[in-house]
Structures are given as structure tokens and as C-alpha cells.
């Protein structure tokens, strides 16, 4: 039997998400019964958020029940009569090849850095090596889209700025991983936004991967933030893999291609609000470590999370309150940038954010002069 191609599209999505939430829900537990008899605990210091150990390794199971789902929903697809229905792959499996492999790379690494520990600099060496991956599977930032007066780049410019971005991107989510569900919750803000705008493209097999790692994201989410006394973080492992997904969505989103869209008007500026708050949030973090003669790369408590934190508030109302402006960002420039210039809206958004971090700065002054 024939059905429509959306009642089709729905039910794959449906299946994706069911069998990814469901393969995490088995998982985790293990992975926190293993983790307590290993003793593999992420361990508070001054620096970090938590006052006890805490399992640290649910990231790992992130990479395997992608490629489970991913794989499982392909089979379904293609033994029915309705595949032809939707556009289901691309035009070639580079790019997806170039995913496997850039996340297999940073998946290994954190599985060693959350276990026995890796130096900063031989994780930069792999992500670099991720990033060149993702660029050699055809993906990179072409056209700027007139964002600050820049179209049409030069392939070679396109590919080195890429590379840097993804590397960025992949940092400023295990960056913002500082406080319960922080850094899932802004993942899940920007895939459920990547989903929408793929699907709306046409474009389904990006929409199947950001549906599965929403399901992978829902029940970490849980014990993550709910389940105090089997509470797991996702450790360098989830916050890795997390990122480099989402800077293969956000440069696959924008990359300038023959695919029509006439609603589409800035797709550089789109993929840019999906992870405005951990992106900025990092550049302004780095910003300010080198502007006082220290490495970009030294942890401290600059991140809006600690200023959120310091001002008294729970973690839990830290993660609302930040992925709940997260939300409004998505909204208000998928919105506005249909009938604004671009570099309105970034004027708009920088405005807003620098008047969010001065605003929390007065604040906290505030509160150390009245103690």
C-alpha cells in the first residue's frame, strides 16, 4: 500500500525517535552501574558546579545508537514502496561518510579523556583532523549571504574558515556543558530548530539525524536533571560528538547550494542563531582570558552559567532561564530575518546579548558590594 509521502516521512521520524529514546533508557543505567564500580566520577573542584562524584561517561553511548538508528531507519526506508516518495539521501553518502568518520575520531578521544585523561592539545589535533574530514566530504561555507557585506567566497577561503568554525563549535559545546542539562538542553533547542528548517527544505535525512539525537538527548536530559540519586553527566565523550553534529548541521545548513528555497533568505544568519548562546558565549569567554594576558584555553568561571550561578540561582533554573532565551533567539531571528537585512539582526542580537552579560555583571556587583 502506497501512503502519502508525509504520513510516511512521519512515521519514520516516529520510529527514529522511539528507537533512540528507548536504546538510551537501557543504557544509561548500565553505564552508571559501570561507571560506580570503576569509579570513573567526574570529580568537583573549585571550578566546576557539582559538591560530589558523579558518572561521567553517558556521552559514550551517544555515537553507537546514532549509527544503530540512523542504520535501522535506512532498512525501513528502503524495503518499502514509499522510499521513491521522499528524499531520503543525498546525491552521494560523502557527507554521511564524512560524519562517521569525524565523529568516530572525537568519540575515541573522549572516551579516552573521560577514563584516563587526554592533554588539551592532542584533543585540538583531533578535532583538527574532524574538522578536515567534514570539509573533504564536500561540506563548507561558500556564501556569507551579504553578513557583513560578504557573498560568494573563494573555495579556499570557504574551506580554511570551516575548518576553524567546526573546531569552534565543537569546543563551545563542551564549553557550556557546566551546569545540569545545560548543554543537552541548548542541543536540543538547535536540532529541534535544524529539524524544522531541513524538513522544510525537503531535505529528510538531516531531519531523521537531528530527530535521533533528540531521542538520544530526551532520557540523558531526565537523569541528567532529575535523578538525583543516579545522576550522569555526558563527559567529553556527549559534549564532542554533540558538537561536531552540530557543526555539521549548522555548515550543511548553510552552505550555498542549487536546492530552490524562496522562504529562505539567510541561511548563514539561520544556523548562526540555532547556537548563538554557546558560540558567543565562548568567544566572549576567550575574549576576555587573553585580554588579561591568560590562555583562551584556561578554565575559570567566566561562562554565563557561573554568572548565573554566582547571582544564586539553582542549576536547574540556570538551564531554564539560558535555554529559554535560546528559544526566543531561535524564534525571533528565523522570523525577523525575512524582513530585515542580516546585519540588522546581528547588530540586534550582539545589542541584546552584550546588554544580557552587562546586566548579569551589575548584578553581580551588585551582590558582592551589598555582602
Same mark, same amino acid.
Given at each position: 500500500?502506497?501512503?502519502?509521502?508525509?504520513?510516511?516521512?512521519?512515521?519514520?521520524?516516529?520510529?527514529?525517535?522511539?528507537?533512540?529514546?528507548?536504546?538510551?533508557?537501557?543504557?544509561?543505567?548500565?553505564?552508571?552501574? *559501570?561507571?560506580k564500580r570503576k569509579k570513573l566520577y567526574d570529580?568537583? #573542584?573549585?571550578?566546576?558546579?557539582?559538591?560530589?562524584?558523579?558518572?561521567?561517561?553517558?556521552?559514550?553511548?551517544?555515537?553507537?545508537?546514532?549509527?544503530?538508528?540512523?542504520?535501522?531507519?535506512?532498512?525501513?526506508?528502503?524495503?518499502?514502496?514509499?522510499?521513491?516518495?521522499?528524499?531520503?539521501?543525498?546525491?552521494?553518502?560523502?557527507?554521511?561518510?564524512?560524519?562517521?568518520?569525524?565523529?568516530?575520531?572525537?568519540?575515541?578521544?573522549?572516551?579516552?579523556?573521560?577514563?584516563?585523561?587526554?592533554?588539551?592539545?592532542?584533543?585540538? /589535533?583531533?578535532?583538527?583532523?574532524?574538522?578536515?574530514?567534514?570539509?573533504?566530504?564536500?561540506?563548507?561555507?561558500?556564501?556569507?549571504?551579504?553578513?557583513?557585506?560578504?557573498?560568494? *567566497?573563494?573555495?579556499?577561503?570557504?574551506?580554511?574558515?570551516?575548518?576553524? @568554525?567546526?573546531?569552534?563549535?565543537?569546543?563551545?559545546?563542551?564549553?557550556? #556543558?557546566?551546569?545540569?542539562?545545560?548543554?543537552?538542553?541548548?542541543?536540543?533547542?538547535?536540532?529541534?530548530?535544524?529539524?524544522?528548517?531541513? @524538513?522544510?527544505?525537503g531535505m529528510f535525512f538531516y531531519t531523521l539525524?537531528?530527530?535521533?539525537? @533528540?531521542?538520544?538527548?530526551?532520557?540523558?536530559?531526565?537523569?541528567?536533571?532529575?535523578?538525583?540519586?543516579?545522576?550522569?553527566?555526558?563527559?567529553?565523550?556527549?559534549?564532542?560528538?554533540?558538537?561536531?553534529?552540530?557543526?555539521?548541521?549548522?555548515?550543511?545548513?548553510?552552505?550555498?547550494?542549487?536546492?530552490?528555497?524562496?522562504?529562505?533568505?539567510?541561511?548563514?544568519?539561520?544556523?548562526?542563531?540555532?547556537?548563538?548562546?554557546?558560540?558567543?558565549?565562548?568567544?566572549? /569567554?576567550?575574549?576576555?582570558?587573553?585580554?588579561?594576558?591568560?590562555?583562551?584555553?584556561?578554565?575559570?568561571?567566566?561562562?554565563?552559567?557561573?554568572?548565573?550561578? #554566582?547571582?544564586?540561582?539553582?542549576?536547574?533554573?540556570?538551564?531554564?532561564?539560558? /535555554?529559554?532565551?535560546?528559544?526566543?533567539?531561535?524564534?525571533?531571528?528565523?522570523?525577523?530575518?525575512?524582513?530585515?537585512?542580516?546585519?540588522?539582526?546581528? /547588530? *540586534?542580537?550582539?545589542?541584546?546579548?552584550?546588554?544580557?552579560?552587562?546586566?548579569?555583571?551589575?548584578?553581580?556587583?551588585?551582590?558582592?558590594k551589598n555582602n
Amino acid at each position: 500500500m502506497i501512503i502519502s509521502t508525509h504520513t510516511f516521512s512521519a512515521i519514520i521520524l516516529l520510529v527514529a525517535l522511539f528507537i533512540a529514546a528507548t536504546a538510551e533508557s537501557m543504557i544509561i543505567p548500565r553505564i552508571i552501574y *559501570i561507571s560506580k564500580r570503576k569509579k570513573l566520577y567526574d570529580i568537583p #573542584d573549585a571550578r566546576k558546579s557539582h559538591v560530589s562524584p558523579v558518572p561521567r561517561l553517558a556521552g559514550i553511548s551517544f555515537f553507537p545508537i546514532m549509527l544503530f538508528a540512523i542504520s535501522i531507519c535506512t532498512l525501513i526506508a528502503s524495503t518499502s514502496n514509499n522510499l521513491e516518495n521522499i528524499h531520503f539521501y543525498e546525491p552521494t553518502l560523502i557527507r554521511l561518510a564524512a560524519l562517521i568518520s569525524g565523529c568516530l575520531l572525537l568519540w575515541g578521544i573522549g572516551v579516552r579523556d573521560d577514563t584516563v585523561g587526554v592533554r588539551y592539545k592532542n584533543k585540538m /589535533v583531533v578535532q583538527l583532523l574532524s574538522a578536515m574530514i567534514m570539509v573533504s566530504g564536500n561540506l563548507y561555507i561558500n556564501n556569507f549571504n551579504g553578513l557583513f557585506g560578504i557573498w560568494t *567566497i573563494p573555495e579556499w577561503a570557504g574551506i580554511l574558515f570551516t575548518i576553524g @568554525l567546526v573546531m569552534f563549535i565543537t569546543n563551545a559545546i563542551n564549553l557550556i #556543558d557546566g551546569t545540569d542539562g545545560l548543554a543537552s538542553g541548548l542541543s536540543g533547542v538547535a536540532l529541534v530548530a535544524f529539524g524544522y528548517l531541513f @524538513l522544510e527544505r525537503g531535505m529528510f535525512f538531516y531531519t531523521l539525524i537531528c530527530t535521533i539525537m @533528540l531521542g538520544i538527548l530526551i532520557p540523558f536530559f531526565y537523569f541528567n536533571v532529575f535523578k538525583t540519586n543516579r545522576k550522569i553527566f555526558m563527559g567529553d565523550t556527549g559534549s564532542l560528538t554533540l558538537g561536531y553534529l552540530l557543526a555539521f548541521l549548522g555548515v550543511r545548513y548553510a552552505m550555498d547550494t542549487d536546492i530552490e528555497y524562496e522562504q529562505l533568505t539567510s541561511p548563514v544568519m539561520i544556523s548562526l542563531s540555532a547556537m548563538f548562546i554557546p558560540l558567543f558565549d565562548a568567544l566572549r /569567554v576567550m575574549l576576555e582570558r587573553m585580554s588579561k594576558g591568560k590562555s583562551p584555553f584556561q578554565a575559570d568561571r567566566r561562562h554565563i552559567h557561573h554568572k548565573l550561578l #554566582d547571582l544564586g540561582f539553582s542549576h536547574r533554573k540556570v538551564m531554564v532561564n539560558i /535555554v529559554i532565551w535560546a528559544e526566543i533567539l531561535v524564534i525571533l531571528n528565523t522570523n525577523i530575518v525575512k524582513f530585515l537585512n542580516i546585519n540588522a539582526v546581528f /547588530v *540586534i542580537d550582539m545589542i541584546l546579548w552584550i546588554g544580557l552579560i552587562q546586566t548579569l555583571n551589575y548584578l553581580k556587583q551588585k551582590k558582592y558590594k551589598n555582602n
